[in-house]
């Protein structure tokens, strides 16, 4: 089939990553694939350097940009609208909000245009636009305009039960659209060992001992991933474990103000920070440390969850979202949001437990080691393609 793929920004991040896999599996089992973007621009680092000798093409539209404004949003739809007139795919499949909605009001556009070809519309949900975390009117516009383009949507691929249960509560689609496809992983470069001689080296770059207890966290240092709560965390646990460190593993617009923080409250020797790493990097971060923690109060599914598993290392999470669809008791720890208390009590019983860590590392490897392989999403993803023409419920047909 002819498929054109349509995200905002190429930045590093999870639903970036998850389409370059849909993109490049498709294309390897032989679809004609398209991968449409607006320019990377922010300070997450990017990831067009992974589109390169791929078997798919990737066309860039300047005016797809992550930050409303209704000028430049015309101009992006009417870009986007005039190259799905020129390729007439088959499907048109969206990622993230900006994209997600201007897409499908483009594809949707093409109905009057050749009939017979009508493109059968797919939008993934990575995330929710709408969140307690911002003003009502804002949610309200958002769960609209989600509302006005789910009218022009088949079905809806979600990387967790929790984003499909959200949009339905919100009067989004209906259920019988929405099918749960896990955010695949490159799980060979998390599955492969790593030697100790470059774990050692990676904690030398940062001054950590080889005896620490490292705790990483891997998000953009920005609002609303919790860093603050990890640090205020920090502040008590390093009282009670002298040879513990804390990794923060990402940049961001906040990155200053931890850092400041991070000095002020003398505890610029126990929490380090990296910077934005290649995601070539994460593999090793991760199996160069004992815990991951993920604090983010909003979430689809953070795939580093699934990558700390995948590692042998267990995960200290939020319990927000899709978290508990992969952290359990068998797996790791599941955090009441915004509870510093109980972060602090649950990371100090991996802290002191080197068993208990390695056996909750093993149950969380064979729990997503399935769950989350390119291979198993993209079967979904491209089942539900193939139903286009007869089961498609907006065709009709």
């Known amino acids: 089939m002819k498929v054109v793929h349509i995200i905002t920004r190429l930045i590093l991040g999870g639903a970036q990553e998850n389409t370059l896999i849909t993109c490049k599996l498709l294309a390897q089992r032989g679809h004609d694939v398209t991968l449409i973007t607006g320019p990377a621009l922010g300070p997450e680092g990017e990831l067009f350097n992974q589109t390169k000798n791929q078997n798919y093409k990737v066309i860039t539209v300047d005016r797809l940009t992550r930050p409303i404004c209704p000028v430049s949003d015309i101009l992006g739809y009417l870009q986007i609208k005039k190259l799905l007139r020129r390729l007439k795919p088959d499907i048109v499949h969206t990622h993230s909000t900006k994209a997600g909605i201007l897409g499908r009001f483009a594809g949707h556009s093409l109905k009057g245009k050749w009939q017979k070809n009508l493109p059968g519309i797919v939008h993934t949900i990575h995330g929710l636009a709408f969140h307690p975390y911002q003003s009502k009117w804002l949610n309200r516009f958002y769960i609209a305009v989600e509302k006005s383009a789910a009218k022009r949507t088949d079905f809806f691929v979600t990387v967790a039960d929790a984003m499909t249960a959200q949009a339905n509560a919100a009067g989004i689609g209906r259920p019988e659209q929405f099918v749960t496809a896990y955010s695949a992983i490159e799980e060979d470069d998390f599955l492969e060992p790593i030697s100790h001689e470059s774990k050692i080296q990676f904690r030398k770059k940062y001054e950590i001992g080889e005896d620490a207890i490292v705790l990483v966290t891997i998000a953009r240092l920005f609002m609303l991933k919790g ?10 646990l390093s009282k009670r474990f002298e040879k513990c460190v804390w990794l923060f593993v990402g940049d961001g617009n906040l990155a200053e103000h931890f850092k400041k923080q991070v000095h002020e409250l003398g505890l610029a020797e126990r929490i380090k920070f990296t910077g934005l790493l290649p995601p070539s990097q994460i593999p090793l971060a991760i199996q160069s440390s004992d815990i991951l923690v993920h604090c983010s109060l909003r979430e689809g599914l953070a ?14 999470s939020f319990d927000v979202d899709g978290a508990r669809e992969v952290v359990n008791e068998n797996t790791g720890r599941l955090v009441e949001p915004k509870n510093v208390e109980q972060l602090t009590k649950l990371c100090a019983e991996l802290i002191e437990d080197e068993d208990l860590r390695k056996k909750l590392g093993e149950n969380g490897r064979m729990s997503v080691k399935e769950k989350f392989a390119p291979d198993t999403m993209v079967d979904t993803i491209e089942e539900i393609y193939t139903l286009k023409g007869n089961k498609f419920p907006r065709l009709g047909l």
Do not use: D, F, N
């Open 227 to 236: 860093h603050k709560y990890i640090i205020e965390s920090a502040g008590e």
């Open 303 to 316: 795939r580093t969850l699934p990558q700390a598993m995948l590692c042998g290392k267990p995960a200290v």
